[in-house]
Nanobody, 119 residues
Framework: QVQLVESGGGLVQPGGSLRLSCVAS????????MGWYRQAPGKQRELVAA??????TNYADSVKGRFTISRDNANTAYLRMNSLKPGDTAVYYC??????????????WGQGTLVTVSS
């Protein structure tokens, strides 16, 4: 079994900061991409940021310059969120694309962590 453990969500005032963490564990040979998606009520899930095995990154235009994705080791990713806005309020989901020891190229999602930006 492969699972993702997410943490770091919470309530923050506009202009504040939070750091989300995602730790992958299980039968993983190699992680290709780790990313963060978010979904607000009434909206579609959207890609926020992603980072590949080669450390290349991709960000949604709405978060460029405010959010930073990084990897602490082979199976952990972080999302530093600065200058948070009410529009950033959403459930944030970690996503991992990987090659497993006992199967091929797979994708797994975390359970989600709620980020609320409000005065």
């Amino acid at each position: 079994q492969v699972q993702l453990v997410e943490s770091g969500g919470g309530l923050v005032q506009p202009g504040g900061s939070l750091r989300l963490s995602c730790v992958a564990s299980g039968s993983i040979f190699s992680i290709h991409t780790m990313g963060w998606y978010r979904q607000a009520p009434g909206k579609q899930r959207e890609l926020v940021a992603a980072i590949t095995r080669g450390e290349s990154t991709n960000y949604a235009d709405s978060v460029k310059g405010r959010f930073t994705i990084s990897r602490d080791n082979a199976n952990t990713a972080y999302l530093r969120m600065n200058s948070l806005k009410p529009g950033d309020t959403a459930v944030y989901y970690c996503n991992v694309q990987y090659v497993g020891w006992e199967e091929g190229y797979l994708e797994v999602w975390g359970q989600g962590t709620l980020v609320t930006v409000s005065s």
